[in-house]
T-cell receptor, first 113, second 114 residues
Framework: DQQVKQNSPSLSVQEGRISILNCDYT??????FLWYKKYPAEGPTFLIS?????DKNEDGRFTVFLNKSAKHLSLHIVPSQPGDSAVYFC????????????FGAGTTVTVRA | KAGVTQTPRYLIKTRGQQVTLSCSPI?????VSWYQQTPGQGLQFLFE???????NKGNFPGRFSGRQFSNSRSEMNVSTLELGDSALYLC?????????????FGEGSRLTVL
């Protein structure tokens, strides 16, 4: 039962343009959301997070938007750089679900020079 | 400081065998979580340990088990291996709450079951 869904398995974007990654969730109890980035042969690394009390969080080129009514969040990368080419995982957790992160299947981003 | 260390990095087993994977968390981190990554499925939560106690468990059969030692190092074991157990097994550590804190992942142990 996939509670976190990333419906786009891949995304290709021109260097300098905006990358928009989408994530949908089904569990209304989720109250914390995170994005992780993974390069081949490496473990995922934390990128950015957002609490359900906010609708936007920004960190440099990365911004996460949360739409609770639509159970949807998105990650914007502006401007996209070749080093951003990686797999991006969306994750969510609920206080009521003790310490268990639910991950999406991932979106592979390719930034073209 | 040293990151999360997982051993072995790669291993090949045959059906019916068992395997033990090891994870050394970042020094000072008391929470260790395990995930299974397969193509198209993302990261599936296996279990999480804190101070030698399993705090949460994912929806995996009893063939998957784990433990944590007093030095926070953790092991996971898979018995009676099946072809479908072929995957990348990732360990992650965090200071306290892995759900709201940043998880630090190791590079993973790639298991192939023949």
């Amino acid at each position: 039962d996939q509670q976190v869904k990333q419906n786009s398995p891949s995304l290709s974007v021109q260097e300098g343009r905006i990358s928009i990654l989408n994530c949908d969730y089904t569990n209304s109890m989720f109250d914390y959301f995170l994005w992780y980035k993974k390069y081949p042969a490496e473990g995922p690394t934390f990128l950015i997070s957002i609490s359900s009390i906010k609708d936007k969080n920004e960190d440099g080129r990365f911004t996460v938007f949360l739409n609770k009514s639509a159970k949807h969040l998105s990650l914007h990368i502006v401007p996209s750089q070749p080093g951003d080419s990686a797999v991006y995982f969306c994750a969510a957790s609920a206080r009521s679900n003790d310490y268990k992160l639910s991950f999406g299947a991932g979106t592979t981003v390719t930034v073209r020079a | 400081k040293a990151g999360v260390t997982q051993t072995p990095r790669y291993l090949i087993k045959t059906r019916g065998q068992q395997v033990t994977l090891s994870c050394s968390p970042i020094s000072g981190h008391r929470s260790v979580s395990w995930y299974q990554q397969t193509p198209g499925q993302g990261l599936q939560f296996l279990f999480e340990y804190f101070s030698e106690t399993q705090r949460n468990k994912g929806n995996f059969p009893g063939r998957f088990s784990g433990r944590q030692f007093s030095n926070s190092r953790s092991e996971m074991n898979v018995s009676t291996l099946e072809l479908g157990d072929s995957a990348l097994y990732l360990c992650a550590s965090s200071l306290e709450d892995p759900a709201t804190g940043e998880l630090f992942f190791g590079e993973g142990s790639r298991l192939t079951v023949l």
